[in-house]
C-alpha cells in the first residue's frame, strides 16, 4: 500500500514562493508517475503538473507554465512542485497522486482514474 504526505503548504502574499513536498512510502520501488492537483472552494479540482514517463517528463497546465517547476528526489522518494511568482488565484489545497504501476503520459496527465493513490492535501493561500 503506497503512502503519500504532503508538505509546504502555507499562507503567502503574491509573488512569494513555496515549495510543496509529495513523500511516498509503502512501495519498493520509486515512485515514477505523480502528478499535482489542486482545489478551490467551489471549483473542481484540476491537474497543475505530473511526471510521466519513467519519470523523465513533465507535463504542466497552462495557468502555471513558467512558474511551477515539478521534480522528484529519488534517494528520498519524494516530488517536489516549486511554485514560483504566485498568484491570488493559485489559492487552493494542492494534492499529489501516484499512478503505481505508471499509466499516465502527457494525453492522460489530468485523468483523475489513472492515479491510484492520493495524498491528504496541502493548503496554499496567497494574499493580493
Known amino acids: 500500500q503506497v503512502q503519500l504526505v504532503e508538505s509546504g503548504g502555507d499562507s503567502v502574499q503574491a509573488g512569494g514562493s513555496l515549495r510543496l513536498s509529495c513523500a511516498a512510502s509503502g512501495y519498493t520501488y520509486s515512485i515514477i508517475c505523480v502528478g499535482w492537483f489542486r482545489q478551490a472552494p467551489e471549483k473542481e479540482r484540476e491537474g497543475v503538473a505530473a511526471?510521466?514517463?519513467?519519470?523523465?517528463?513533465?507535463y504542466y497546465a497552462d495557468s502555471v507554465k513558467g512558474r511551477f517547476t515539478i521534480s522528484r528526489d529519488n534517494a528520498k522518494n519524494t516530488v517536489y512542485l516549486q511554485m514560483n511568482g504566485l498568484k491570488p488565484e493559485d489559492t487552493a489545497m494542492y494534492y499529489c497522486?501516484?499512478?503505481?504501476?505508471?499509466?499516465?503520459?502527457?494525453?492522460?496527465?489530468?485523468?483523475?482514474?489513472?492515479?491510484?493513490?492520493w495524498g491528504q492535501g496541502t493548503q496554499v493561500t496567497v494574499s493580493s
Open positions: 497522486a501516484a499512478s503505481v504501476p505508471c499509466r499516465t503520459s502527457a494525453a492522460y496527465a489530468w485523468r483523475e482514474s489513472l492515479y491510484n493513490y
Open positions: 511526471l510521466y514517463g519513467g519519470g523523465l517528463s513533465r
